[in-house]
Structure formats: C-alpha cells, structure tokens
C-alpha cells in the first residue's frame, strides 16, 4: 500500500492564478487558557474557540489548511478559529503515512456559527486540492435532514468550481451533479434510505444530521466508502457530519454522540472526531456567561444582543436547542444546575459494593455503573464498562466481579444472561425500584453523601435525566429525557443498594463450664 503523497506549494491552488491567503494560526486550548485566565471565564460578548467536549487527537492536519486556503481564495471567506480548529481534529494525518486517521466526524454547535461555511469549504477543497493531493478522481456526496438545504450548498459552491475549474455543471433539483475535468464527480442526494445506491464516495457531508434517520447514515451512506482506500483512491475516506442539537428522537446523532462521549471518557483515539460546543453540565445555562460555550462565534458573526432576543421568545425550548446547541427538556432535568458537579471527587472508592447493568434502549450498547460505600457513609460510584455486545456484557461483568463481595443488580431483560458463577450475587432491578430509590439517592445527591471522578458520559447521562411523579412516587423517565439516560439508572439502583445498612451479626453468647 503506497502512503499518500505529501504536500507542496505549488499544490495548493489549482485553477485560474490566485493570490494565496496569509495561513492562519488556530488557537489551540492552551492558549485559549492563557487568555482567559481560567476556564470559567466570562463567554458572553466572545465565543470560545475549543469544544466542551472533544475525542483524543495527537497527529497533525494535511488537508486543514488547504481548506481554509480555498475558503479564503474563491469564497472570500476568512475561516473562524473554531473553524480552523475542527478542521484540524477531523482531518487529522497519521504521521508516518500522511493518510486520514478519522474515517467519520461530528461536529455540533449552536446555530448561526457558520458550520455550512465549514462544509462548503470543505466540498470545494475535495473536489479541487484534494483531489490532485490523491492523483485520483474522487466522488464526493452531500446531503442535508432537508434536500433545499442540500441544493443550497450546490448552488453556493458549484459556480466557483465552474468559473475556476472548469467544471460541467448539471442542475436538476434533486439530481445536482459536477463533474470534474479530472474526473472527480459531485452528487447531491436526498437524506433517504436510497441514498448511497450504486455509489462509492471519498466524501460524505451531512447537515444537520439531528433530523436524518439512522438507517440513511448506518445503511445507506456509510456502506459506500467501504472500497475506497489509500489503493483505489489515492487515500481514506471520511464521513463528515455536522449539526445543532436536536431531540430526543434523534437517534442517529444522540447514538454517535454516545461514541464520542465513550472515547473522551477511555482517553483513547479511535477513527471517530467528535466536537461539541455547549454549556458545561450541570450549569445555569440561562446565565449570559456560558452562552459563548456554545457559539464560538459569538463576537464575529453573532452578537450577545441577537441572541438575547432568542431567548425572550416564549418557545424556551428552541432557544435552548439552537442558540446553546442542548438538547431539548435539558431545563426539565431531576438535578439542580452544578449538582453533580459539586459531587466531584478525586478520591478512589473501596472495592466491592454493587454493580448495577443494564441496556441501551435499542439495544446496541450494554452499560454498567459501580457504587461502593467507604467508612464515613459516602457512596463512590463511577461507569464500570460500556460495551457494544452482550458477550462483551458478560466478559465485561465476570471481570468486574473479581472481588467476592461484590453484587449485581440486572434489569428483567438481562436476568437470564448473568454468568452462572455471579447467579447467586444476582438482583433484579426495574422500574419499581427506580420508583423507589430515584428520591433516596437525589436526597444523597443534595447531602453530599454521593460523589463520582468526572467520567463525562455519566455525567451527561445524569444531568439531562427527567424525572416524573408516578404513583406518589418520583423516577426517571427515559421517554421524557432528550437522550438516553441508561447510566443514570443505573447509578440509581447501584448507590440506592449500596448504601443499604449492612446487616450486623447477631451476638453470640459463649457458656463456659467451671
């Protein structure tokens, strides 16, 4: 397998003479803090420039940098730091071969921060400086939750590529194609089930993917870059997705996100970039302050006073979902901004205690949480394992369970698939029983006698739960959160069992004989 070739200069720009842009430096996050002063700084009247939320990156960008080249050059557009910053994670290079480390990306942020510019930039680089980086033609594809979207951006970016690049432009709405005097190829498709059909692409940008159902994304249009390659197209393909906050129907997004959120919480890198700009957790998310968490553009494109007027309009909730990027019912949650967060702790809990499991709702995804308590009566917990099979599951929990006075509280659906050596560590846990302890443990919660270490993903899991009266009773309801919220459970039952009184031995009276 040969490695993708590098760049050079003259490589850069490839249609009529152009100045070149002056390269722009991003703004890593330490500098970020440095200028800040601390990360709880005041984003009210200027965006901040790195996500919230971020997966691992070490490598360097090949292709970032040709982006924003082109942006500057045909589109007259000077890319945002933030922009040159996602830029630079999703299309990380290995070092050693020049090729793409990530085969997909998400990158979500607030609405009006110029995530299209992003993409637009990105369709016109491909098909251009890409393109003859590879030496190989390439077919990009774009798509959108509505096809006017889609079409908007061919008709944004395809007379640049015609007036500059002499590219053949076909415009019959809803079959959009460019094509290339290399060869490369450009097709606008329908977000449906259909949409990937007798193609095989290098690129794929879906906008706004909150409204894109999962079997267009899973079934459709990731199956097309199967066969592309460093061999057959000159290097990898990527997925590139991009959006707001959506609900909690948005099953695609919310399950790529949960992928995200589960490689930033094993420090590890995998093949998939995710980036979010959004209020921490756990915050007053109405307070001005966090806003710019949100909108990295706040300051340059987007002002404090427009978005000031979003939020007096009396549908709360679509401000929330496109101006701070969070998913809807987020102001309807069981705990109080900067609950959980108060509960941080950086100290181990004891060995033991109880290990509560359950599933994802769709049933891709098995989860488990550890509660212990230690001598003075605070209950640890923290995620145990998220694995994506149920033999993983079952691997996951024999290994976890080492320490013989550990136990296990399973859901009904899961009863019948505990290994045999934990059958008698084994307790059934459902509903009723989050009936029962959702109050016992918000009450821990609110009595600082319930810490964890600052695992993200539980950390989203349990700040946007909803909980419900039912029965006189208060639970949480994975029908009213905007996500799953499968870890919240299950730290429910774990620290409401937990914490459960130990039994005392009953004393033992000893007669001795004179």
């Known amino acids: 397998m040969n490695a993708a070739p590098k760049i050079t200069e003259n490589q850069l720009f490839l249609g009529k003479e152009v100045t070149p842009s002056k390269h722009l430096d991003s703004v890593s996050p330490k500098s970020e803090l440095a200028r800040t002063g601390q990360d709880q700084a005041d984003y009210s009247r200027f965006g901040r420039v790195q996500p919230r939320l971020e997966t691992v990156r070490k490598g360097?960008?090949?292709?970032?940098?040709?982006?924003?080249?082109?942006?500057?050059?045909?589109?007259?557009?000077?890319?945002?730091?933030?922009?040159?910053?996602?830029?630079?994670?999703?299309?990380?290079?290995?070092?050693?071969?020049?090729?793409?480390?990530?085969?997909?990306?998400?990158?979500?942020?607030?609405?009006?921060?110029?995530?299209?510019?992003?993409?637009?930039?990105?369709?016109?680089?491909?098909?251009?400086?890409?393109?003859?980086?590879?030496?190989?033609?390439?077919?990009?594809?774009?798509?959108?939750?509505?096809?006017?979207?889609?079409?908007?951006?061919?008709?944004?970016?395809?007379?640049?590529?015609?007036?500059?690049?002499?590219?053949?432009?076909?415009?019959?709405?809803?079959?959009?194609?460019?094509?290339?005097?290399?060869?490369?190829?450009w097709l606008v498709k329908a977000?449906?089930?259909?949409?990937?059909?007798?193609?095989?692409?290098?690129?794929?940008w879906v906008d706004e993917i909150y409204a894109v159902d999962d079997q267009v994304l899973a079934h459709s249009l990731r199956p097309t870059m199967k066969a592309r390659n460093v061999r057959t197209a000159g290097g990898s393909?990527?997925?590139?997705?991009?959006?707001?906050?959506?609900?909690?129907?948005?099953?695609?997004?919310?399950?790529?996100?949960?992928?995200?959120?589960?490689?930033?919480?094993?420090k590890r890198q995998g093949s998939f970039y995710f980036a979010e700009w959004s209020p921490p957790p756990g915050v007053d998310v109405m307070e001005t302050k966090w806003w710019g968490w949100a909108n990295p553009a706040l300051g340059q494109t987007l002002e404090l006073e427009s978005l000031l007027l979003d939020a007096d309009h009396p549908d709360r909730s679509s401000f929330l979902r496109g101006s701070l990027n969070q998913f809807v019912n987020a102001d309807a949650c069981w705990l109080q901004p900067g609950?959980?967060?108060?509960?941080?702790?950086?100290?181990?809990?004891?060995?033991?205690?109880?290990?509560?499991?359950?599933?994802?709702?769709?049933?891709?995804?098995?989860?488990?949480?550890?509660?212990?308590?230690?001598?003075?009566?605070?209950?640890?917990?923290?995620?145990?394992?998220?694995?994506g099979s149920l033999a993983e599951m079952q691997q996951a929990l024999v290994d976890a369970c080492r320490h013989p006075s550990t136990m296990v509280a399973v859901t009904p659906t899961l009863e019948n698939h505990v290994p045999l050596s934990l059958e008698r560590r084994?307790?059934?846990?459902?509903?009723?029983?989050?009936?029962?302890?959702t109050s016992l443990v918000k009450g821990?919660?609110?009595?600082?006698?319930?810490?964890?270490?600052?695992?993200s993903n539980l950390a989203e899991h349990m700040n946007r739960a909803v909980a419900i009266y039912?029965?006189?009773?208060?639970?949480?309801?994975?029908?009213?959160?905007?996500?799953?919220?499968?870890?919240?459970?299950?730290?429910?039952?774990a620290a409401a069992l937990a914490s459960r009184p130990k039994q005392a031995g009953k004393?033992?009276?000893?007669?001795?004989?004179?």
């Open 426 to 437: 084994k307790k059934v846990v459902g509903y009723g029983e989050l009936m029962k302890y």
């Open 191 to 204: 977000a449906t089930p259909s949409a990937g059909m007798g193609l095989s692409a290098d690129l794929i």
């Open 507 to 514: 004393p033992m009276l000893v007669v001795v004989n004179r």
């Open 60 to 185: 360097n960008s090949v292709y970032a940098q040709l982006v924003v080249d082109f942006a500057k050059t045909y589109m007259q557009v000077d890319l945002m730091d933030w922009q040159v910053y996602a830029l630079e994670g999703l299309f990380e290079s290995d070092p050693d071969s020049g090729d793409l480390i990530n085969r997909a990306g998400l990158i979500s942020v607030a609405r009006q921060c110029g995530k299209t510019v992003l993409g637009q930039a990105v369709l016109g680089t491909w098909l251009t400086s890409i393109a003859k980086l590879r030496g190989k033609p390439q077919t990009v594809v774009n798509s959108a939750h509505e096809l006017t979207l889609a079409v908007r951006q061919f008709e944004i970016v395809a007379p640049i590529l015609a007036e500059y690049f002499g590219a053949t432009l076909k415009r019959a709405y809803g079959r959009n194609t460019c094509e290339m005097p290399d060869g490369s190829r």
């Open 237 to 266: 393909p990527i997925m590139m997705m991009t959006s707001t906050a959506g609900t909690e129907a948005s099953i695609a997004m919310l399950r790529y996100r949960e992928q995200g959120l589960q490689l930033i919480d094993e």
């Open 339 to 387: 609950q959980w967060d108060a509960c941080l702790s950086d100290m181990e809990g004891p060995e033991g205690g109880w290990i509560a499991v359950d599933s994802s709702l769709d049933g891709s995804r098995y989860v488990a949480v550890r509660a212990a308590v230690d001598d003075v009566g605070v209950a640890h917990v923290n995620v145990e394992f998220v694995v």
């Open 470 to 493: 039912q029965q006189n009773a208060l639970a949480l309801s994975s029908k009213r959160s905007p996500g799953p919220i499968e870890l919240a459970r299950c730290t429910i039952w």
């Open 444 to 455: 821990m919660i609110n009595d600082s006698r319930l810490v964890h270490m600052g695992q």
